[in-house]
């Protein structure tokens, strides 16, 4: 992901979950989705959330149709990576470690993601 995009708002998080979840949207199809997770926004409030979206490079627009498609072009994985590496940044000096901590203190994991996260560490440890 590009490190200069703005952060998105919660409700363009919303919208942004439901582009992950359902693929490429019109903006009714994302006011659908929204209206059965009981969240009520109105069509043009829809359209400037994913326009806004569009502005920051989250999403793209296919303009070929009437009812433009909007899909996103960063992942759930991108976008929380760079949100935890901008909040490391902010409260932990740029070191990752006290973040890592805060997540995984007191959390129950199951023995495959356990086992994924000696994976990952593995991968992390120099080799002598």
Request: hydrophobic fraction near 40%; glycine fraction near 4%; proline fraction near 4%.
């Amino acid at each position: 992901m590009a490190p200069s995009r703005a952060p998105v708002s919660d409700a363009e998080l919303e919208v942004l979950k439901v582009l992950w979840a359902g693929g490429p949207s019109t903006v009714r199809d994302v006011a659908a989705a929204l209206r059965r997770q009981r969240r009520r926004l109105a069509y043009n409030t829809v359209l400037t959330l994913l326009s806004r979206l569009r502005e920051k490079g989250y999403v793209t627009a296919d303009r070929r149709e009437a009812a433009h498609q909007f899909r996103a072009i960063v992942t759930r994985d991108e976008l929380l990576g760079s949100s935890l590496s901008a909040l490391a940044d902010r409260m932990c000096d740029g070191t990752a470690s006290p973040l890592v901590y805060a997540l995984v203190r007191g959390r129950r994991f199951s023995a495959e993601e356990i086992a994924h996260f000696r994976e990952l560490l593995d991968d992390l440890t120099p080799e002598d």
